[in-house]
């Protein structure tokens, strides 16, 4: 749901109601003024803001494993996450990106000195095994399977998991809209302006989707604003919360046993963890000149 909260800027310069007479040349050590300003113009800026649930969650999980080879160590991890990886591709590529990392190091043999400090030995003839750090990162872009995607992970028991964070990625389709409805405020505030000072609104003069043309000062022009077309606030949250698993209705035969993925599967329903997406700030303005008649 779109909140919308509109405010507005306004400068008039009108031909004799507020007499505005662009300085000359070299007059002052200032910008020139703007060529609109040479006839009675109103500028007038509009701003909107409105809040749109988070579409993109961001999580990752350690899976560490140890063994007495380096190809024993990296089995275990493989074998650990391969049934969290079918599951997790079963939601749609499109839905749920997943990215690996792997890391390996070797863990030697330890002895104690004279005074009974523990000391790890640093040569090659002395590795005792070999440790496998499998990280797995998943960007979740379709919010109704993040609750999903997110159990099957701690169903996997990962030796570690960060928190989810959110954030937004505005669609073209949003920040069109954002900009038609501050274009629209300004129209509106203009109209509205320009009938209390007794005139109507003439031709349009300049539409400027950043805003700046209505930012003009002609004795002291300060440096431009930076402005972001949108803002993204990013929030961290993480809400748990158990529900009972409705197990399928039994059968005459003695039914098989689940696969690794259906036990996965079943484990992670039983544990559903309710994500809220929460609401992100989206924020855009426009400029409009018109001449007044």
């Not at 043309?213 to 004795?219: G, K, N, P, R, Y």
């Amino acid at each position: 749901m779109r909140t919308l909260i509109l405010t507005a800027s306004l400068m008039v310069m009108a031909g004799t109601a507020v007499a505005q007479t662009a300085p000359a040349a070299n007059a002052y050590p200032y910008d020139k003024a703007p060529w609109w300003m040479k006839e009675s113009v109103i500028t007038q800026t509009g701003f909107v803001r409105t809040e749109i649930e988070a579409n993109r969650a961001n999580f990752s999980a350690q899976f560490q494993t140890v063994g007495k080879t380096a190809e024993e160590a990296q089995n275990k991890a493989i074998a650990q996450t391969k049934a969290l990886n079918e599951a997790l591709k079963k939601l749609g590529a499109d839905k749920v990106q997943i990215s690996t990392s792997f890391a390996m190091r070797a863990l030697y043999e330890q002895y104690k000195d004279k005074d009974g400090n523990r000391i790890e030995n640093q040569r090659g003839d002395k590795i005792d095994g070999y440790q496998v750090n499998l990280g797995l990162t998943l960007q979740v872009r379709d919010m109704a399977v993040l609750e999903r995607a997110y159990a099957l992970v701690l169903a996997a028991n990962p030796t570690s998991t960060a928190p989810i964070y959110f954030n937004l990625e505005p669609s073209n389709e949003t920040k069109s809209w954002l900009y038609s409805e501050a274009v629209k405020d300004a129209a509106r505030r203009a109209k509205s302006a320009a009938a209390d000072a007794g005139t109507t609104l003439g031709k349009v003069k300049v539409i400027d989707p950043t805003g700046r043309a209505c930012e003009t000062d002609i004795l002291a022009r300060g440096a431009p604003e930076t402005y972001d077309e949108t803002q993204a606030i990013t929030v961290s949250a993480m809400r748990q919360n158990r529900v009972q698993y409705e197990s399928p209705s039994a059968m005459m035969t003695a039914p098989a046993p689940p696969s690794p993925v259906e036990a996965l599967e079943a484990k992670a329903a039983q544990n559903p963890f309710i994500q809220a997406p929460p609401l992100s700030e989206l924020t855009a303005k426009a400029c409009v000149v018109y001449g007044l008649n």
